[in-house]
């Protein structure tokens, strides 16, 4: 104990009154020593009580962690809706909120950035389990609904597949931790990839894979720890509950 990292941990977050209890729940049962951890959250353009309930749960936790960053501003992000943004691969809005929300934590010291989206619930395990295997990037399994025949996850692999090359998931998960092309939802970043410049970016798939495609074109590896599964709060599918 006294020798483990520094790691800041949140997102940015709008609109999510109905489970951002059960989110920062998650971040309070972690087992990881609290005066290591900086949750950080940004809130944006949220028309609910997210921002409240986020101000409460700092002035009860403050005291046990190490710095506690906030950041709330309702006119970066005017949107139509996620639903539309997302089925006109418009991801514009989510780029400039994921950055602004980097240029955010990058204003305090840390080792290691976790990126957990705000519908995303965590095991108390999940960040030392990531920390165990040292890498530059590495996530947990996340559960993304079953599309075009098959269920997806938070992570891709760039493959050729019926003539065509793209991004895929594997039919079948391996068991243990793989190299994968992109990722997202729930992932750890170690502190020298924001330090060289890497920043999320437009990409008809979602900002996640531009901010991957950009680490792998820097020669940072990217991997996935299947055996990782925290739940993901999916609207209107089915969810994959903790311990699945």
């Known amino acids: 104990m006294g020798n483990e990292p520094v790691v800041a941990i949140g997102c940015p977050i709008q609109n999510r009154e109905e489970i951002v209890k059960e989110y920062l729940e998650g971040i309070s049962n972690l087992d990881y020593p609290k005066n290591k951890l900086i949750p950080c959250f940004f809130v944006n353009n949220t028309s609910d009580k997210t921002g409240e309930l986020i101000l409460n749960w700092m002035a009860e936790n403050k005291k ?29 809005l989510f780029t400039i909120v994921r950055n602004r929300f980097l240029k955010l934590v990058k204003t305090v010291e840390w080792d290691y950035l976790f990126s957990v989206d705000s519908d995303i619930i965590i095991q108390p395990d999940t960040l030392k ?9 590495v996530s947990a399994l996340v559960y993304n609904g079953f599309h075009f025949g098959q269920d997806w996850y938070n992570y891709r692999v760039k493959k050729e597949r019926n003539g065509r090359r793209g991004y895929y998931v594997y039919r079948y998960i391996p068991q243990n931790i793989f190299k994968v092309d992109v990722t997202g939802a729930c992932y750890l970043i170690r502190r020298e990839v924001i330090d060289r410049g ?45 311990g699945s």
């Open 64 to 92: 046990d962690y190490k710095l506690i960053v906030y950041e709330r501003d309702d006119k970066v992000y005017k949107r139509r809706t996620d639903r539309q943004d997302r089925e006109n691969r418009d991801y514009t």
């Open 129 to 137: 389990k990531l920390l165990a295997h040292k890498k530059e990037i």
């Open 198 to 242: 890497i920043k999320y970016k437009v990409h008809k798939f979602g900002e996640d894979v531009g901010f991957c495609e950009e680490a792998k074109s820097k020669g940072i590896k990217i991997y996935c720890d299947p055996t990782i599964k925290p739940e993901h709060k999916l609207q209107g599918d089915k969810r994959w509950k903790i």
